[in-house]
């Protein structure tokens, strides 16, 4: 006897899908990866190679971007039983969808004025430290990784080189995500080393959240200025930021916009990605951070 088919589904896995929503100068945040499984009467496709019961998995990806555009998400349960219906209801051969979301957190970071587009991921971040003593004394290094922040509005990138390899549109208005691994160097030691670190963050997500970025470059020697004009005791920087790209989902085929006043939706894209990395000094200082302390 030949092997029978068993249990089977398919479907799109993590979907990683920005769902920006303005409301003026007011942006809020929903930060989902979706993963979609489909069963039913599929046993065709698997013993006879027809696909004519087949809903491309691209499509799942498709409708899940399209959703976050045309209904928002109010929540992820909302949107889960959305996504879930609607598989099941428009195919026939569709009998049981399982949408399962993880979400991402993300808190406020407060900003002077009105407006409000800056937010740090919650959960994540590590506090390091390194202290070498030899001959010549001790040396100690503070730092942070995993700090995941977010801007979405006051980023743009234009005006770049252009050969024949480039394709990368300028962006007037782009959404500048970052995971932040620092390093920084004390020249003396100061009084407290948890408010100096708590400091030293402080001023790091504070120049992130309100500095307006032509590149994420000036965005890091903004974080850096703004450590070592503000805290006495720190004479050098090294920072090491990924640009996380958030790509414009194109919803033209769908016939639907994705830009206008009420906000976007976005590919989260985990790879490849930028590396901005770059070491500031207080005027004078030596430039003793291994450069290879923040590197992947
Ligand atoms: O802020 C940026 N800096 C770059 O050097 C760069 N390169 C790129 O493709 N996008 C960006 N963004």
Avoid at 21 to 48: C, F, I
Avoid at 97 to 107: K, L, S
Avoid at 272 to 279: K, V
């Amino acid at each position: 006897m030949p092997p029978t088919l068993g249990q089977n589904q398919y479907g799109k896995a993590e979907t990683r899908v920005v769902r920006v929503t303005r409301e003026g100068p007011v942006h809020h945040v929903r930060d989902l990866n979706v993963s979609v499984a489909l069963s039913g009467d599929l046993a065709a496709v698997h013993l006879a190679g027809s696909n004519a019961a087949v809903l491309p998995t691209d499509t799942m990806k498709n409708t899940v971007y399209a959703f976050a555009r045309e209904h928002g998400i109010a929540s992820p349960e909302a949107f889960g039983e959305r996504l879930a219906r609607h598989f099941v209801d428009t195919q026939p051969a569709i009998h049981r969808a399982r949408v399962r979301i993880a979400e991402y957190a993300w808190d406020r970071v407060p900003t002077p004025g009105e407006g409000a587009h800056s937010f740090v991921r919650a959960g994540g971040e590590t506090r390091t430290a390194q202290v070498t003593c030899d001959d010549t004394g001790v040396r100690t290094l503070g730092g942070l990784t995993g700090l995941t922040v977010m801007n979405t509005t006051d980023s743009e990138f234009r005006g770049f080189v252009r050969d024949r390899f480039t394709t990368l549109p300028e962006a007037d208005d782009r959404l500048l995500a970052t995971d932040v691994t620092a390093v920084w160097r004390y020249a003396a030691a100061p009084e407290d080393w948890d408010a100096t670190h708590a400091r030293v963050r402080g001023r790091l997500l504070g120049a992130f959240a309100g500095t307006y970025s032509r590149s994420l470059q000036q965005t890091l020697f903004a974080m850096g200025t703004a450590v070592i004009e503000n805290v006495p005791q720190i004479d050098e920087i090294r920072l090491s930021l990924p640009n996380k790209h958030h790509f414009l989902v194109d919803l033209e085929p769908f016939g639907m916009s994705n830009a206008g006043p009420d906000g976007a939706v976005y590919i989260a894209a985990d790879r490849p990605y930028g590396l901005i990395e770059a070491t500031v000094l207080r005027d004078g200082a030596p430039s003793l951070i291994p450069v290879d302390l923040t590197a992947p």
